[in-house]
């Protein structure tokens, strides 16, 4: 069954440090797709990033960067020099590529905070 | 182009009622999926629709409930309320495409007292 660990309850840095955001997940599918969510303080979930198993390619976006490790089943998210608008809770979720119910499944999130 | 639309934004019911909460997908959009959010347990899937048709199932009881209709909108269900369920609904919709990124709504929050 296809699985996606948050440790990171909350985390708080000081604004212009960098954070990393772990997420560990589990899956029997050789195919599968990753993604990332930004829930913001009003609520509504914002995409970041879907990546499919078979791109191992780090990616970065201006201040966003994700380490995509097959090897340790990891799929961590950095901001660099955080901002406080960066603080939301971020979510991590899984879906089976060659399931016929390709349901994408959420971690319980990391509640991130930037202090000014 | 108009987002996933969910009303009503926010909810107030008492144990035993029963309460429907309505989404509204993106244009074009064929799949909806519903979540609940929880402090505790995050985002859970609760069902997906495509089509009309339930295309996936979450591991909840049979009080929860859902339907789409034949413009993609869909409704949800949950019966004999209990204080459990008080959590953020989310609903989000994406095309139908296999593996395909979700779009989502703002949510409603409902509490039951």
């Known amino acids: 069954a296809q699985k996606v660990t948050q440790a990171q309850t909350e985390i708080s840095v000081v604004e212009k440090e960098d954070v990393t955001l772990d997420c560990v997940y589990e899956?029997?599918?050789?195919?599968?797709?990753l993604f990332w969510y930004k829930q913001p303080p009003s609520g509504e979930l914002v995409f970041l990033i879907r990546?499919?198993?078979?791109?191992?390619q780090n990616e970065i976006s201006g201040r966003y960067s994700w380490n995509f490790q097959k090897s340790t089943s990891s799929f961590n998210f950095t901001i660099t020099a955080s901002q406080v608008v960066d603080s939301a809770v971020y979510f991590c979720?899984?879906?089976?590529?060659?399931?016929?119910?390709?349901?994408?499944?959420f971690g319980k999130g990391t509640r991130l905070h930037i202090l000014p | 182009k108009a987002g996933v639309t969910q009303t009503p934004r926010y909810l107030i019911k008492t144990r035993g009622q029963q309460v429907t909460l309505s989404c509204s997908p993106i244009?074009?959009?064929?799949?909806v999926s519903w979540y609940q959010q929880t402090p505790g347990q995050g985002l859970q899937f609760l069902f997906e629709?495509?089509?009309?048709?339930?295309?996936n199932k979450g591991n909840f009881p049979g009080r929860f409930s859902g339907r789409q209709f034949s413009n993609s909108r869909s409704e949800m269900n949950v019966s004999t309320l209990e204080l459990g369920d008080s959590a953020l609904y989310l609903c989000?919709?994406?095309?139908?495409?296999?593996?395909?990124?979700?779009?989502f709504g703002s949510g409603t929050q409902l509490s039951v007292l």
């Open positions: 990546r499919n198993s078979f791109d191992e």
């Open positions: 989000a919709s994406r095309r139908g495409e296999k593996n395909e990124k979700l779009f």
């Open positions: 629709y495509f089509s009309e048709t339930q295309r």
């Open positions: 244009s074009g959009h064929r799949s």
């Open positions: 899956t029997r599918d050789t195919t599968y797709y």
């Open positions: 979720a899984l879906s089976e590529g060659t399931n016929r119910d390709d349901k994408i499944i």
